[in-house]
């Protein structure tokens, strides 16, 4: 039994890396008469560092390789190179959740102005993620209705599919469900849990979100819920809305976790209730904004001794202005409270002011910051930045210098030169990166970067 799923390892090793191109061949079927795109690009530095990717575009369609690892006496080591496929209908490499997928996976997670509560339920090429575990996404019905499956760091394989349906003018519905399998991971010598944190075995998970959009308003509600086939079932409720008018807003977000509530890839959460609030003005010259936020460790906002929680509390103002011809000065101020509480009690507060400074005219960029913190000290950031706008060379130049705290100032100073002809570009960049300044001569070479890029692209003929 064991040779045979050990042959069968070795023949999918060998399949693999043609899926994406038969993936590619078959959303090719619906487009006719358009040429296709080929880019190919490489790098190199001196730490023994190289990378190389290729893309073979078309249409709404994308194919493309890439790796990044060291080269080694003994060869190349590094993760497998990444394979990806992208089209309307169908995806392939590594993905990740958007939308209510991303919510499902962390619900307390997100502030009220966040981004995730706008996004269409889906499935997206993620090239942070490890190559080992591609995805799988077919969208028969794009933007309406998908089937996924996805490799997760557990180790678990969720599948899955999602649908969103368009009501009406400003109302939406979104759902998915899911399926995932996972081994149990026991609480070991931990025998305060009074379950694993990972029961192991199927799971069903499924969420629905309902949207409404009108002039200036939108509010949003979200429910989800997690059936383990080893351990109770647990569910998570959440709130949303925001409201934008004249240069005015608001935004606010409730939400409540279960104890038994499990990610669709099987993991534990640990209970809680949050609270986040903001609002603000935002114009073309100035910008004002406060926010709060409270999250306690437990199903509801009553206080309880022996809870942890956290509380947030920042204020933001942003103003910009000409100061002269062709120069464009921002400044920045920032203002911070974070408490927090553990499980005995004990309260720790930490403060943090900012205020920076950033002008930019033509192809130069300078910007200081300084940072209060309590505790902490003082940190002291200079940037500066010189990118030349022709087409070719192109010299750029950035440098920055870190105080942070009582430590040695840190110094970065990186020089570049970009080389264009026709359809393929050559570029160089060399210098420090986070040197100790006041250190020896010799610790200078640890931080002495050089490195060097290649790519070009053509057309194939249709």
């Known amino acids: 039994m064991w040779q045979k799923r050990r042959e069968r390892a070795r023949v999918w090793t060998c399949v693999r890396p043609l899926f994406p191109a038969l993936l590619f061949l078959l959303s090719l079927v619906p487009v006719h008469g358009e040429s296709a795109m080929v880019s190919m690009d490489s790098s190199a530095d001196l730490e023994g560092t190289i990378g190389f990717g290729w893309a073979l575009s078309h249409g709404d369609i994308r194919v493309f390789c890439a790796w990044e690892g060291r080269a080694t006496t003994a060869g190349r080591a590094g993760p497998d190179p990444t394979l990806a496929v992208s089209s309307p209908w169908l995806v392939y490499g590594p993905v990740a959740g958007e939308g209510l997928l991303r919510e499902a996976s962390n619900p307390l997670g997100f502030s009220a102005g966040s981004d995730v509560f706008a996004e269409r339920t889906g499935v997206r090429l993620d090239g942070s993620l490890p190559a080992g575990r591609p995805g799988f996404l077919c969208t028969p019905l794009p933007g309406a209705l998908g089937f996924y499956s996805m490799s997760c760091a557990n180790g678990a394989r969720v599948r899955g599919c999602f649908a969103s349906i ?11 469900l899911s399926l995932s399998k996972s081994e149990s991971e026991g609480s070991g010598d931990e025998w305060f849990l009074s379950t694993p944190m990972e029961p192991g075995g199927a799971m069903t998970s499924g969420g629905v979100r309902l949207g409404v959009d009108l002039r200036g308003l939108s509010l949003g509600a979200t429910v ?44 534990d959460f640990t209970a809680g209730s949050a609270f986040s609030g903001s609002a603000g003005l935002e114009g073309a010259v100035s910008s004002a904004k406060v926010s709060y936020a409270v999250c306690i460790d437990q199903p509801g906002f009553a206080p309880r001794p022996f809870v942890p929680s956290s509380e947030v509390m920042e204020l933001v103002l942003q103003h910009s202005f000409a100061a002269v011809a062709g120069l464009d000065v921002v400044c920045r101020a920032e203002a911070e ?54 087409r ?7 440098s920055r210098l870190e105080q942070l705290g009582p ?15 026709k359809d393929a570009w050559l570029s160089f960049e060399s210098g420090l990166e ?13 931080h002495f970067r050089l490195s060097v890029s290649w790519s070009t692209r053509c057309a194939l003929g249709k």
């Open 434 to 446: 986070g040197w100790a300044v006041s250190t020896t001569s010799a610790d200078i070479m640890r």
């Open 224 to 267: 989800g819920g997690s059936f383990p086939e080893k351990a109770p079932s647990g569910s998570f409720q959440l709130l949303h809305g925001s409201w934008h008018e004249n240069g005015l807003f608001a935004e606010a977000l409730v939400g409540r976790i279960e104890a038994a509530y499990r990610r669709p890839d099987g993991q």
């Open 166 to 176: 368009q009501a009406c003018a400003g109302f939406r519905v979104e759902g998915f």
């Open 407 to 421: 430590r040695r100032p840190f110094l970065t100073v990186l020089a570049g030169l970009e080389l264009e002809w």
């Open 337 to 390: 409270k974070r408490i927090g509480r553990d499980c005995m009690g004990a309260q720790q507060e930490t403060r943090r002011w900012s205020a920076s400074l950033r002008g930019k005219t033509g192809s130069l960029d300078a910007a200081a910051s300084v940072d209060l913190n309590e505790p902490g000290g003082i940190d002291v950031s200079l940037t500066g930045a010189f990118q030349e706008t022709r």
């Open 392 to 398: 070719s060379p192109r010299f750029s130049l950035e």
